[in-house]
């Protein structure tokens, strides 16, 4: 069957990179692309959210299954698209529904979901600039640090975690102002959860399920969790501390209800479910769900996945995943994100890349590059992961590790310590 994979960065690579190699795959094409996906299959400069031309390359080339690499293009309705088009409603798309998307579309949705079906997660209120006056009181009932989240869609910069009281009720007001466009017309305040985190990733046909291999990623520019927040400077799996005992957990009181929860108000959700975890002594709560695997989270888990992905796409387009299970590489898998000087502040693009031929047991997966003159450049700041398996954590980033230093352009910059917490 021919495939269409939507999106350009490391995610869309690397799940492309695992389609290419299904036997059920004839040809894969990848909208918009980057410099490493037309390894694996054909780029087509269309836009995510150009629906129009999405549709029009999808009936042009016969393609029989589409999957949704980015949030933006299922909160914008892509899957309701295709599903009130009679030339494109048989078509699956791995993906939720604008009403599922809300999950991540808006922090306000997504607690009250929790709340409503009894998924742990930290206390929270919800403010507009109308009630503003209620929000300060709210912030003098907290102990710092204080979380302060858009509660649309802001590019991953949404949230702040504030130590200073009058620092969090200024950035109340600036956020309610306008700080992130009308991602911040609202604004969901709540409690701090001490802990250590990691993400579970589900694929699920709206009846069934199936737990992919959880993560960790490290979100911070700078080393030992210090500076800006970025989409993510590398990742782990599996995560030492996620045992059995504390999956099953996660499991019963997280997965189980969330998939229930969905169906029981009515959701049909057909795609992956990124649940955010916190390790609360132990204990399991949800940070926040995405509708869509993570970046670069996807870099590790996706290699781990020994099973035929695209066997698995068509049994959630089919609502028969019940039939199909999961085998799991064992090893360790890390992912190094090298990126742009800058980043995630100004960066310059456009710079030349080299030292591809000298890579040796890593996978690369493009996140921010592009071909020009038939050489490869930077055209992100976030530029490229590099991904590792190993038999222990140390072996996978090492090789990670010497390949990342192999990789050459002006200015790059990638943190040494990934991995730095977990033992």
Known sequence: MNVLVIGSGGREHTLSWKIAQSQLCSKLFIAPGNAGT?????????????????????????????????????????????LADDALKSIPVIGPKKDGAELEGSKDFSKAFMQK???????YQTFTAENI??????????????????DGLAAGKGVLILDDIQEA????RNMLEGKFGNASSKVVIEEFLAGIELSVFVLTDGKDYLILPEAKDYKRIGEG???????????????????????QKVKESVVEPTINGLKADGIDYKGFVFIGLMNVDGEP??????????????EVVIPRIK???????????????????????????TTVMLVSGGYPEAYEKGKPMAGFDKIRNALLFHAGTKIENRKIVTSGGRVIAVSALGNTMKDALQISFENAETITYDKKYY?????????
């Open 38 to 82: 037309d390894s694996v299959g054909t780029n087509v400069n269309i836009a995510v959210d150009d629906f129009e031309g999405i549709k029009k390359l999808v009936l042009d080339e016969d393609i029989k299954l589409v999957v949704v690499g980015p949030e933006a293009p299922l909160v914008k309705g892509i899957h309701d698209f295709f």
């Open 117 to 123: 079906h009894n998924i742990p997660t930290a206390a």
């Open 133 to 150: 006056e209620e929000g300060y009181a709210f912030l003098e009932t907290l102990k710092a640090p204080f979380v302060l989240k858009a």
């Open 169 to 172: 009720k200024d950035e109340l």
């Open 225 to 247: 969790d210090t500076g800006l927040n970025t989409g993510g400077m590398g990742a782990i799996s599996p995560v030492p501390f996620a045992d059995d005992a504390f999956m």
């Open 285 to 298: 709560f949800v940070i926040e769900y995405n509708v869509r695997m993570g970046d670069p989270e996807t």
């Open 307 to 333: 099973s035929d992905l695209l066997e698995l796409f068509v049994a959630v387009g089919e609502g028969n995943l019940a039939a199909k299970t999961l085998e799991v590489d064992e090893r360790f898998a």
């Open 415 to 423: 943190r040494k310590d990934i991995g730095f917490d977990l033992k």
